[in-house]
């Protein structure tokens, strides 16, 4: 307990130098904030000075920040500059869509890459092994936006219901518009998304995996548990995958952000109303407290998600302590 209060007073001022960097670099952009005021015919330089004011964006930059952060103290991330509702409304009608799509492919993706990567350790350079292999660096090879789009031309625009003559799988939103709630309606707008979104991420895990767990396989514990007679299942769970999945919790630790931050191009091609549609939005339209948000929200969770994994490691290895 006290390690992880340690950590997290030692990410406070992590935290302070990361927003400060990014605040800079947001601010920096060419054309600034009221870049996109001034494309704006029916705006004279007086209106842009006012509004520049208004704003605060006439104040030295060390200014603006130290504002900006004596704002977020109080819980007041500011306003959007493109529909004018607060920053914390725009995220909360964002944020569920993307925890939503963001967990079920996190559940999923796990419950496939972990018994693949061990399934391909045990088995080593067996033909299931070799075939597993050749998929996984092709899924890692395919762009998400190029995948993403397949799936849409074949599940969506050739392949077709037999019954019905519709689309196989619907390509866009989180259910069908206009009709009740149903659960084989919801799973069926997550298909598309979870499968262009957790290819890559279950090529990336089941490697590491079976790379960690071919260490973990011909260490001499793994043998003597073996020794003594131990089911070759107990052996795997208990002995060698412990050990196995320390790197893998980084890797995972590291992704979580993007529980928050959402899929940037999958919540784009499948018209999924989540943060990296708000992100994206936020990006064209030089809504510079959106941006902000998002980013700093991201940075948070990472630095969460990495005291979580260190905490974790001690639960999964018994032998990790923290003094």
Not at 60 to 79: R, S
Not at 101 to 125: D, E, H, N, R
Not at 255 to 282: K, N
């Amino acid at each position: 307990m006290r390690y992880v209060v340690r950590r997290l007073l030692q990410a406070i001022p992590l935290i302070l130098v990361i927003s400060a960097a990014v605040f800079a670099l947001i601010q920096l952009v060419p054309g600034g904030p009221m870049g996109v005021y001034g494309k704006n015919p029916n705006l004279s330089a007086e209106d842009l000075a006012r509004l520049e004011e208004r704003l605060g964006l006439d104040q030295p930059l060390h200014m603006q920040y130290l504002g900006w952060l004596g704002n977020v103290a109080q819980g007041d991330l500011g306003y959007s500059y493109d529909t004018k509702r607060p920053v914390t409304a725009e995220i909360a009608d964002r944020l569920p869509a993307t925890l939503y799509l963001m967990s079920v492919t996190f559940v999923v993706v796990l419950a496939i890459a972990i018994p693949v990567g061990i399934l391909c350790a045990v088995k080593q350079y067996s033909w299931t092994d070799n075939l597993i292999s050749t998929l996984t660096f092709a899924g890692q090879a395919l762009p998400v936006f190029w995948l993403g789009l397949m799936l849409i031309m074949i599940f969506y625009g050739w392949a077709r219901n037999p019954l019905t003559g519709e689309p196989l799988l619907p390509a866009r939103g989180m259910a069908t518009l206009g009709e009740d709630f149903s659960l084989g309606d919801r799973l069926r707008h997550l298909i598309l998304p979870v499968v262009t979104l957790g290819l890559g991420w279950v090529s990336w895990y089941s490697r590491y995996l079976r790379s960690s767990m071919l260490d973990v396989l011909h260490q001499g514990y793994v043998r003597t548990a073996r020794a003594k007679g131990l089911s070759e299942r107990i052996v795997l769970r208990r002995h060698a995958f412990k050990n196995a999945a320390i790197p893998l919790i980084t890797v995972v630790a590291l992704d979580l952000a993007t529980l928050v931050t959402g899929a940037l191009y999958v919540e784009i091609i499948f018209s999924w109303p989540g943060m990296g549609q708000l992100f994206y939005r936020a990006a064209t339209r030089r809504d510079y407290p959106v941006l902000m948000a998002v980013t700093m929200l991201a940075a948070v969770v990472v630095v969460l998600a990495n005291i979580i994994a260190d905490v974790v490691y001690a639960w999964v290895n018994p032998r990790i302590r923290y003094e």
